[in-house]
């Protein structure tokens, strides 16, 4: 598998003004396409964030809190990449930058 290098990706959202489109939400993230140099590749938006309470010892509980990496971004159905660069970058990074077209 190639990796793709998070540089050329923003430089490229940035230069050819490419829309993102909202793709669909499941499991507490929003997932988007994106065109980069030609192809078509889908990335998750993670909108909570999973907080461990406790330890494996005794018992635990995990809760969900809204992200706060979300900030006040307006999500919609089509917003410019280069808006979403943060999330590309952290896909790139995670692996789930994953090229579908």
């Not at 990449?81 to 692996?95: H, T």
Request: glycine share 6%.
């Amino acid at each position: 598998m190639v990796m793709l290098d998070k540089n050329e990706v923003k430089k490229d959202l940035f230069k050819s003004k490419a829309m993102a489109k909202f793709s669909h939400y499941i499991s507490g993230s929003l997932y988007y396409t994106v065109e980069v140099s030609g192809d078509v590749y889908q990335f998750p938006i993670s909108t909570v964030d999973r907080i461990k309470w406790g330890d494996e010892e005794t018992s635990y509980m995990d809760t969900y809190h809204l992200s706060g990496d979300l900030g006040t971004t307006d999500f919609r159905s089509e917003i410019k990449g280069s808006e979403l660069s943060r999330w590309i970058v952290k896909a790139i990074d995670q692996n789930e930058f994953i090229k579908v077209g």
